[in-house]
């Protein structure tokens, strides 16, 4: 299913950016580009659009002017602003932005915002289909279903990123990165060495003498080192998802 998407910027060079970053998503149709708000408004006339990603200070007015005219005309569709000053994301939160992104915009970050305007437009399909997210490889950016990651290994200077197929990619991005972009997705650091998909986790086991401690997944059975001090922090979070551990 298509998220259509219309692009709003008075910089051509930004409008590329986000084109090009844009177009790595499977899910994602631009249907149409504008410089300003007159345009933009004169192509939701005219156009099939899902949802609008805009600059905020143009030219013509500003984003929040946009959101105004959106509204009247579709009271429910997506924006998500786009600036290069964060201060504004205050003043932006009362025209019910989906998201604010601070450019440079990156490919995780601008993955996370389609993920966002996606749940808003299709609220029932949340938790049921696959999630997307720009992870940095050594050969640019590789778009992965979060589903499919098992964990992620700290190796030297690089991270080790594990899929339930075997196969695995390196990233340059420290694991703090990788943490905070996938902890919104049910992941966790469990070890200092080691982030896993709690949905992988198959066992919990800790040695009779409580020194040390680590997690089985789920097919592959792999162990995975577990800190001590996260032993009871996952043990309440399954218990949270109505997983009892006695």
């Known amino acids: ?4 998407i219309l692009l709003v910027d008075d910089e051509p060079v930004v409008r590329e950016n986000i084109r090009h970053m844009l177009c790595a998503f499977d899910n994602v149709e631009i249907v149409g580009e504008a410089d300003g708000i007159t345009r933009a408004v004169e192509l939701l006339k005219t156009t099939r659009t899902d949802a609008v990603i805009s600059d905020i200070q143009m030219g013509d007015g500003t ?3 946009l959101a105004t005219a959106i509204h009247r005309l579709n009271p429910h569709m997506p924006v998500a602003f786009l600036t290069g000053f964060a ?5 932006g939160y009362d025209y019910g932005p989906v998201d604010f992104l601070v450019k440079p915009v990156t490919h995780e970050r601008l993955a996370q915002t389609v993920q966002r ?3 808003r437009l299709y609220p029932e399909e949340i938790g049921k289909r696959d999630v997307f997210v720009g992870i940095q490889s050594d050969q640019g950016y590789e778009i992965i279903n979060v589903r499919k990651i098992l964990y992620l290994e700290k190796d030297q200077r690089k991270v080790k990123i594990v899929m339930s ?3 695995f ?3 340059s991005q420290s694991m703090q990165d990788l943490e905070e972009i996938l902890s919104e997705y049910n ?6 060495s080691y982030i896993v998909s709690l949905s992988a986790v198959e066992s919990l086991h800790k040695d009779s003498f409580g020194r040390s401690y680590w997690l089985t997944l789920c097919d592959s059975g792999t162990s995975i080192p577990l800190s001590r001090r996260k032993f009871a922090e996952i043990k309440d979070m399954f218990q949270q998802r109505g997983i009892n551990c006695y």
């Open 1 to 4: 299913m298509k998220i259509r």
């Open 117 to 119: 305007i996606a749940d």
């Open 165 to 167: 197929d075997g196969s």
């Open 187 to 192: 992941f966790i650091r469990c070890h200092q």
């Open 63 to 65: 984003g929040f002017d």
């Open 87 to 91: 201060q504004f994301a205050l003043a």
């Open 169 to 171: 990619l390196r990233s």
